[in-house]
């Protein structure tokens, strides 16, 4: 008897993913409040553009090591708390980056939030996917992430009436006290992975309460010992992302985050600046670069059931390739009105294609390494991240033309298709060996009643 991938997507699982969704939410908005409030800092701290190359930077080394820390920790100890824990944690430092009083203490108050963020996302996905059915997962794990550029969005429409009113530290009070506040409804109604408490053993009761809460007519004693149909291994949780045929598949999983967050962060962070030094209005600088934010909700929506009905990699490969197009076409833009057109259809491929590779690192990897193949595809895929608004203000103090820049900006989403576009042959070639191999195992996982027959 399947007792998860079979049942229907209920209200309690929706509730799942709204609130994983509200949390990212207001990851999205923090993460990229920097963004939209530099030109106000730079204007505040007398600063020249590149200046604030370190900030940036300092909050994405940050998200990068939460990454590469909280997802190995959350596999060992449980997705729930450390969503909980991370969440309360950027919000304080979001509320302390509001009293930032030089570039020194920017830089490490935003690296500190950025630990906290970097630990939320992976284990946000994670537990969305461990709560969706297989056949419902693209789809509800892409509509959870939508928070993601939904807050980010929303960051940018507020900072526009936030600055001219508060100036720029209301925006980080306003970003800190969203998931301070969320923090006592996560405590209260966010559950622990079903899967997770299996693979723990010893775990009955809560395992038999979250299953009725799907399905009601789901009852069982408490005592029923449950089984997951999954791989485990013992060693080191980094190490089994390498085993059973997933060296490749990872390695280039990791090379199609570094450059799709790359490219995500070199536009998110420098948009509003270069838009603003082309002669447009701080405002509509602002609301341009939100709109690429708004682009990735609606590609987020909608490549999830395109991927459920067509397949991951054929439609990440496609989605990338096309971003690249259109952040290229932003360089020749002359009107408002078509940049703002290019960065819409830019972030449909840029954020929508990432929301797709967090779908794709949730799939391949099996439960009990689930959370850390997702972080450590965040945490390298960060590296990428601190690399592309480095690299946008060596071009800016270099004074590229904008058309050289934004060229050279749409080279890292070809990066990003290639290296989908191999995981999909590599995948297809194992599936043709073996339709049942490591990597779909793991999509194809199952809980059971320990006495049933497989």
Known sequence: MKLLDEQKVSPFQVGVLILCALTIMADGFNTQAIGY??????????LGRAALSPVFASSLVGL????????????????????????????????????????????????????????????????????SPHRNRGTMVMVMFCGFPIGAMIGGFATASIIPAFGWRGVFILGGALPVLLVPA??????????????????????????????????????????????????????????QNRSWPTVLLWIAFFASLLEL??????????????????????????????GGVVGSLALGRVIDRFGIYRVLTLTYLLAAVFIGLLGPSRSVLAIMACTFCAGIGIIGGQTGANVLAASIYPTYIRSTGVGWALGIGR?????????????????????????????????GSIAIH??????????????????????????RPKTDRV
């Open 186 to 243: 996560l405590m209260w109604l966010l559950p622990e992975s079903i899967r997770h408490l299996v693979l723990q053993g010893n775990k009955s009761v809560q395992v038999s309460r979250l299953l009725a809460r799907i399905n009601p007519r789901l009852t069982f004693a408490d005592d029923t010992p449950f089984v997951i149909r999954e791989e485990t291994a013992p060693g080191m949780a980094v190490g089994n992302l390498f085993r």
């Open 265 to 294: 962060f070199l536009l998110s962070n420098w948009l509003p600046t270069v838009f603003h030094d082309a002669g447009i209005t701080l405002s509509l600088s602002v609301i341009s670069t939100a709109l690429f934010q708004g």
């Open 422 to 447: 191999s995981m999909g042959r590599i995948q297809a070639a194992a599936n043709a060996q073996d339709p049942m191999g490591s990597l779909s195992g793991a999509l194809q996982s199952d809980i």
């Open 37 to 46: 409030v530099a030109p106000a800092i730079v204007r505040d701290f007398h």
């Open 64 to 131: 990068m090591i939460g990454a590469l820390t909280f997802g190995p920790i959350a596999d060992r100890f449980g997705r729930k708390w450390i969503v909980i824990l991370c969440t309360a944690f950027f919000g304080l430092l979001s509320l302390a980056t509001a009293t930032a009083d030089s570039l020194h203490s920017l830089i490490v108050l935003r690296f500190l939030t950025g630990i906290g963020l970097g630990g939320v996302m992976p284990n946000a996905i994670a537990l969305t996917s461990e709560f």
């Open 383 to 415: 590296i990428g991240s601190i690399v592309g608004p480095i690299v946008g203000g060596v071009m800016l103090s270099r004074h590229w033309p904008l058309a050289n820049i934004f060229l050279a900006a749409s080279i890292p989403a070809i990066c």
